[in-house]
């Protein structure tokens, strides 16, 4: 586990270290409200998260839109080969031999459906307005929040360590900006997955 540093605004962190900080985040909070227990909350600190094929193109989503010239760096199409040949082995071998550290790897329709979902929210002008204004990306806080805990009876103030990572946080805007896919964005799609998913919970978070 990644030794914690002082609370504060740390931009730059790779995903990875970020996960290791013991601390309260809004996506562990969560899984105590949906009834998940404190075992499960360390299990998740505790063994590094399986990567998924939906993970992947998320991080990829959060890379094109909030920063285009690290995603033209870090994100690479994998070849549209038949991976059962030798030519296509040797093809996919040579290819993630070409692969860099933190490198996105999505296949050929991932990619193209990437771009659509960039361009798509690009297109929307208060969308684009509120993106390309300066600020801070990916950014990691760390701070302690005063909680009462109560294990006898009396209730005792105490300090939980908590973190947030923050997609979008512009200078001149007094919001923070997260991204989120669905697959219907209709008002009422939207207000339903707001509760269902627990979105209300890392509002109040941040």
């Not at 505790?46 to 690290?70: C, N, S």
């Not at 991932?110 to 361009?119: G, N, P, Q």
């Not at 923050?166 to 805007?173: M, N, V």
């Amino acid at each position: 586990m990644t030794n914690l540093p002082s609370p504060g605004i740390y931009p730059d962190i790779p995903d990875e270290v970020y996960h290791s900080w013991d601390r309260a985040s809004a996506s562990r909070l969560k899984m105590l409200v949906t009834g998940q227990t404190l075992a499960h909350v360390r299990q998740d600190i505790d063994v590094p998260r399986e990567t998924t094929p939906a993970l992947t193109f998320g991080r990829a989503l959060h890379l094109a839109i909030l920063q285009p010239m690290k995603a033209a760096e870090l994100i690479r199409v994998a070849p549209d080969v038949d991976g059962r040949t030798t030519v296509g082995k040797q093809a996919k071998a040579e290819f993630m031999a070409s692969c860099g550290p933190g490198s996105v790897v999505l296949k050929q329709e991932e990619a193209e459906r990437l771009t659509a979902m960039v361009e798509s929210v690009y297109a929307h002008p208060a969308a684009r307005q509120l993106l390309e204004m300066p600020g801070l990306r990916e950014a990691s806080l760390l701070w302690d929040e005063p909680v009462l805990v109560d294990t006898t009876g009396e209730p005792e103030k105490v300090s939980l360590p908590c973190k947030a990572r923050l997609d979008f946080w512009p200078e001149q805007f007094g919001a923070i900006i997260d991204i989120k896919s669905t697959l219907d964005a209709s008002p009422r799609s939207i207000n339903r997955d707001m509760v269902n998913l627990g979105y209300y919970v890392q509002g109040a978070f941040y």
